[in-house]
């Protein structure tokens, strides 16, 4: 049930910004993007979440385009520790606001 | 962080088995979810519960059931562990942070032999 799509690994040099897109082209005008990731095994980690504007928070920088259909996450200057499976997500607006999990992509950021 | 853990952290258990896995919050949330993760996927959603006594079932619900006495407390129970259910278990609550995102516990990794 996932409606997102994400490529499965992206490479990173260290210091430089990471751009990680997520196409969510059936998404509905109600729906938020989340962005999450997972370090190891650890539980994933809240990053930032949209609905139509650009967001940026102390972590990452959210751009959503203009039709809904695609968003970036950005990560302006990766470090090691940034290494880790990025999730989008759109989060199904009924009463219970249920994820559902793509396959993620893998961040591998590179001295 | 978010007052969420999980018990135990590991366990092994054998085929057949009935196994118990333990999701407690401290922050009285109404929401818990249930998700098992495996090699190379994302999380997939097993049960979910929306109050008290109240739950429903997820994407993978088959072998599996839930119970939530008290709001807690939201347990997993697999019936008759079978190898297929070797996975890691995560728990999460729906937090107002976030604008409702999920708050992750640290995971239940099970083995069944």
């Known amino acids: 049930d996932a409606k997102t799509t994400q490529p499965p690994s992206m490479d990173c040099a260290e210091g430089r910004a990471a751009n990680l897109p997520c196409n969510h082209s059936t998404i509905s005008g109600n729906e938020y993007v989340y962005w999450y990731r997972q370090i190891h095994s650890q539980g994933p980690q809240y990053i930032i979440h949209g609905l139509k504007n650009n967001e940026t928070n102390e972590m990452a920088s959210l751009i959503i385009t203009e039709d809904r259909k695609s968003s970036t996450l950005i990560l302006p200057h990766a470090t090691l520790r940034d290494t880790a499976v990025y999730y989008c997500i759109v989060r199904v607006e009924d009463n219970f606001n249920k994820f559902y999990f793509g396959s993620g992509t893998k961040l591998n950021v590179k001295p | 962080d978010a007052g969420i853990t999980q018990s135990p952290r590991h366990k092994v258990t054998e085929t057949g088995t009935p196994v118990t896995l333990r999701c407690h919050q401290t922050e009285n949330h109404r929401y818990m979810y249930w998700y098992r993760q495996d090699p190379g996927h994302g999380l997939r959603l097993i049960h979910y519960?929306?109050?008290?006594?109240?739950?429903d079932k997820g994407e993978v619900s088959d072998g599996y059931s839930v119970s939530r006495s008290k709001t807690e407390d939201f347990l997993l129970t697999l019936e008759s562990a079978t190898s297929s259910q070797t996975s890691v278990y995560f728990c999460?609550?729906?937090?107002?942070?976030?604008?409702?995102?999920?708050?992750f516990g640290s995971g239940t990794r099970l083995t069944v032999v």
């Open positions: 519960s929306y109050g008290v006594k109240d739950t």
């Open positions: 999460a609550i729906r937090t107002p942070r976030a604008n409702y995102g999920y708050t």
